[in-house]
């Protein structure tokens, strides 16, 4: 399925990072894939072992293997979002966010992101912003990870925070597998983009009459 905008510059693509052990057939994050064309799912050597520095290098090589140009916007869940910060703070820490020969990742959703504390990787990862505009959805009663404690690291972020109430893991077993209002989020997302790159692109003159 396409998205529903229809740019002449490149498309903006969707880059769904799933947590441990991969999300399965019935999970919404399998779901939301078939919604874009131009989606692209990062695959884990090891889906069963949680190396946050393995799994964030599996980003950077999906994210680069992309033409220049490409703009992403991410959707990781449980601990696809810790990869997804650490990737994006290395990629501040050498100053080269959106530069070389990859594509750049411009806006996130952080969906019931797995609690740090657990897997021992509270010291990788980012201590402030992490650089572009992202969302942390999180559950008052989601297993891995604590709702004041998810509260915390989304204003660390700098993420926009969204309880859905009881909602569990946010996946397949709490009964989310096909979810129009994530799309709508992620829709919303790849709107700002091009909106953003029309601007970036336009002359003088038609922003003096924009005004």
Not at 1 to 13: G, I, K, L
Not at 63 to 85: D, E, N, R
Request: proline content about 7%; aromatic content about 10%; glycine content about 8%.
């Amino acid at each position: 399925m396409d998205s529903p905008f229809a740019p002449t510059c490149s498309p903006v693509r969707t880059l769904i990072i799933p947590g441990l052990n991969n999300s399965g057939e019935d999970h919404w994050q399998t779901w939301l894939g078939t919604q874009y064309r131009h989606s692209k799912r990062v695959q884990q050597h090891d889906w069963a072992e949680p190396d946050l520095l393995a799994w964030s290098e599996q980003i950077a090589r999906t994210v680069q293997s992309a033409k220049p140009g490409t703009i992403w916007v991410a959707v990781a869940h449980s601990f696809g979002c810790l990869a997804l910060a650490h990737y994006l703070d290395q990629l501040a820490s050498r100053r080269d966010r959106g530069l070389g020969a990859g594509g750049r990742i411009q806006a996130a959703l952080l969906v019931a992101p797995a609690d740090p504390v657990k897997f021992n990787v509270v010291h990788r990862l980012p201590q402030s912003g992490l650089g572009i505009p992202t969302q942390m959805i999180g559950s008052e009663n989601d297993p891995w990870m604590p709702l004041d404690r998810a509260q915390s690291w989304a204003e660390l972020w700098g993420s926009r925070f969204i309880n859905l109430g009881r909602a569990g893991h946010i996946n397949a077993e709490s009964g989310f597998g096909a979810w129009p209002w994530v799309r709508a989020k992620v829709d919303e997302l790849i709107r700002d983009q091009y909106r953003l790159r029309r601007i970036a692109n336009a002359s003088p003159l038609e922003l003096h009459f924009a005004v």
